[in-house]
């Protein structure tokens, strides 16, 4: 009897314990591909950038140029745990959007975008 009831125990532990988990977050704000296609070498302003895409997650100079970058990443994966032991794997895919800007005229010099994902 004291057997049974110990390997129950022990089985029920390991089955409480046991998780298959998804692990799902985002990061950044999503980047609008129309609001992508509105940018114009040469025209666009930083102004009119802080409008379309709102304040960039990270600013960098370099030279007299100043750089905007956006990014919006889905990190994603499946884990096996026993008790609180195991392993996840992620996925990380992200979309970014740099942008380069003249410090001295606010104009757009160039910009990259680089699309991992539809935005839901």
């Known amino acids: 009897m004291f057997k049974r ?11 409480v314990g046991c998780a298959v988990h998804g692990v ?10 129309a609001n992508v ?3 114009e070498n040469g025209k666009t302003t930083a ?10 997650n990270q600013t960098t100079t370099l030279g007299n140029n100043e750089i905007y970058l956006y990014k919006n990443c889905k990190v ?8 609180g032991i195991g392993h996840t794997g992620t996925k990380e ?18 910009y990259n975008f680089q699309k991992m994902f539809d935005a839901d």
């Open 47 to 56: 102004s009119e950038v802080l409008g379309l895409f709102g304040a960039p």
């Open 24 to 33: 799902r977050t985002e990061t950044g704000n999503p980047i609008n591909e």
């Open 76 to 83: 994603g994966g499946a884990g096996f745990s026993i008790a």
């Open 93 to 110: 895919r992200c979309n970014s959007l740099a942008i380069t800007i003249d410090k001295t005229t606010g104009i757009v010099q160039n």
């Open 5 to 15: 009831l110990f390997l129950t125990s022990i089985l029920m532990f390991f089955l």
């Open 37 to 39: 296609r509105k940018i």
